[in-house]
């Protein structure tokens, strides 16, 4: 079971602070915590745990692998879920929580918070924001918007994120400004 980090290709991209290139971060992996606030991981110098409660839904921690992406896309050493650990819980999740970035086009490695200003595919129409988290997404977004069936299926579980976007990015003038913001931007990912 895979819960560290995401294949390069599906991780959430953004921007380097350094070179404008293409960056991804680890996502934490996450485990339900049982109704007497435990949870049950091996202890370990790769893993930095942290709490969440959210009060609609369960109690989580989130696991954040240590070590540098190539290391962690192997998952070959993380620890048996094993030991137990006992923790109270935190009221809120912390939203500026450092995440290790690195970035693939100038090999820049650092520890720093992800706004969401820093994702790499994101174009401005109409003063308003429209993102895709990966080259994928944004892919998927191009074949949605071009697509003559644009309609938001709701028990499409594929496309979920389709329903939730905003009309003026899919009028005719729209779509075409789009769809050129986003190949533009999967060509510079590319390069």
């Not at 049950?40 to 240590?66: C, E, K």
């Not at 912390?94 to 693939?104: A, M, N």
Request: proline residues 6%.
């Amino acid at each position: 079971m895979a819960v560290f980090s995401l294949p390069w290709d599906h991780a959430p991209v953004i921007r380097c602070r350094h070179c404008r290139g293409p960056a991804t971060y680890a996502t934490p992996g996450r485990i339900a915590v049982t109704p007497k606030n435990e949870a049950w991981v091996r202890a370990s110098r790769h893993l930095t745990i942290r709490q969440n409660h959210d009060p609609r839904g369960p109690a989580q921690i989130a696991l954040f692998d240590n070590r540098d992406e190539a290391q962690a896309a192997i998952l070959a050493d993380h620890p048996d879920w094993h030991e137990r650990i006992r923790y109270d819980l935190l009221r809120t999740w912390p939203e500026d929580e450092p995440l290790r970035v690195t970035c693939h086009r100038c090999g820049t490695v650092e520890t720093r918070v992800v706004r969401d200003e820093d994702r790499f595919f994101q174009v401005e129409y109409r003063g308003q924001t429209l993102w895709a988290a990966n080259r994928d997404h944004a892919q998927a977004l191009i074949d949605f918007i071009e697509g003559a069936d644009r309609r938001r299926l709701p028990d499409d579980e594929t496309r979920a994120w389709a329903r939730r976007i905003p009309t003026h990015f899919l009028t005719a003038k729209g779509r075409e400004t789009i769809v050129k913001r986003l190949r533009r931007l999967i060509e510079e990912y590319e390069a």
